[in-house]
């Protein structure tokens, strides 16, 4: 049983302080992505749980037991990074072989495990070459097998596919994601990637400078964004600001009533709101074209009547049309001049540019946000 407790902790740079407070339990045989931008404090929190940085104050419990001041090599980890961090010239038998031959294994049974390990990955039969004689994929591949073969009672990941071109990535997004499901090993996954943070993991801890600003499964975050930023970085939204000025009309303990530019605009309340300023949110594939007349793209919604109940009816003109195969997109700038995105089923009614059109805001999949 390996859950990771970290509690009050703070790491610093020098004088630059790049994780205040932070405290977190990842349960055992967890997913655990550390997501955001560049520069949040991902990489320097990983480390932190490896053992390569000290912090400056809190502790990390494995399993409950504190390894706050054990060296890496005590704290029985796996790691996989970016660059792979192979040794070049040792063939990849004595690459995977490597922490097994540190750590004393017994000699006789070193050849069993790797080929077990490089099995394992679906490198077996590539033992005797090189990494420079193998694709990038499968050096990823490789490594992860390095990392497992030890039996860490934690595997820690940084942005393992982010060398890997856009199909490989997907390929080895999957096998990291079964053999991690297989052999249920406690994992922390650093990524920028918000689409293989939704995709692998069991919860995602969502950065902002050194905090968290949202924790939760990738249903939870993508479907009930916290705030702006969280709605922003997960997913595509639509973020628009709005006015409560006049309004905000509350019509129940969830819907607000908000006003963007002359138009009331209807949505779901999910933070406490003040000041005279708000965001609302809306994801590309929740919002719909509607024609003037009525017809458009929202199938049963179709007919302004019906789609006034179901949400609200904001005009505007068609700047861009863009036929991507599975879906449609197309891009419209609302009166008042905020431009959104919509995304719809490709054969669902298209809209030319210069169409004027009325952009659907379903109730339930609008947001209003503190700003
Ligand atoms: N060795 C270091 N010495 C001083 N400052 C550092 C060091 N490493 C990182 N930093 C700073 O700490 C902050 C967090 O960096 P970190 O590498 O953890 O971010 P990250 O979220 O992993 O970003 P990226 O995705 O670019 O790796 C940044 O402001 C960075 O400049």
Redesign the pocket.
């Known amino acids: 049983m390996t859950a990771i407790d970290i509690e009050r902790l703070r790491i610093t ?2 004088d ?1 302080t ?1 994780i205040s407070d932070l405290s977190l339990r990842i349960e055992d045989g967890e997913f655990f992505t ?1 997501l ?12 932190t749980i490896a053992g390569f940085i000290t912090p400056a104050s809190g502790s990390i419990s494995f399993g409950g037991k504190n390894v706050t001041d054990f060296p890496t090599h005590k704290r029985n980890i796996g790691m996989v990074f970016q660059d792979y961090a192979l040794f070049p010239d040792k063939t990849v038998n004595t690459n995977v072989a490597y922490g097994l031959k540190a750590r004393g294994v017994n000699r006789a049974d070193i050849p069993g495990r790797v080929a077990e390990a490089l099995e394992r990955v679906g490198m077996g039969g590539f033992g005797d070459r090189l990494p420079s004689a193998i694709s990038g994929g499968q050096r990823q591949r490789v490594a992860l097998a390095r990392a497992l073969v030890i039996r860490p009672s934690v595997l820690l990941m ?2 393992p596919l982010s060398n890997l071109d856009a199909k490989l990535r997907l390929q080895i997004r999957e096998s990291i994601s079964d053999l991690q499901r297989e052999v249920g090993i406690t994992t922390v996954f ?1 990524t ?1 990637d918000q689409e293989e943070a939704l995709a692998m993991s069991d919860r995602i801890a969502l ?1 902002r400078s ?1 905090n968290i600003e949202q924790l939760g499964s990738p249903t939870e975050i993508y479907r009930h964004p916290r705030t702006s930023y969280a709605a922003d970085f997960i997913g595509t939204a639509n973020v628009i600001p709005v006015e409560l000025s006049g309004a905000p009309e509350a019509n129940s303990a969830e819907e607000i009533t908000v006003r963007l530019g002359d138009h009331a605009l209807r949505g779901q309340r999910r933070a406490e709101l003040s000041g005279s300023t708000a965001f609302a949110i809306a994801r590309p594939e929740h919002l719909s074209l509607v024609a003037l007349d009525g017809a458009g793209s929202t199938g049963a919604a179709s007919g302004s009547s019906a789609a006034r109940q179901q949400g609200t009816l904001i005009p505007g003109e068609v700047v861009r049309r863009q036929y991507l195969g599975r879906v449609q997109q197309h891009t419209v700038q609302l009166a008042g001049g905020v431009i959104v995105e919509t995304s719809e089923p490709a054969n669902a009614v298209g809209f030319a540019q210069g169409s004027k059109v009325n952009v659907l805001f379903p109730v339930a999949e609008t947001l209003v946000l503190a700003s």
């Open positions: 740079y020098g630059n790049v550390l955001g931008p560049s520069g949040c404090g991902k990489t320097t929190l990983l480390r940084d942005e650093v920028h950065f050194g």
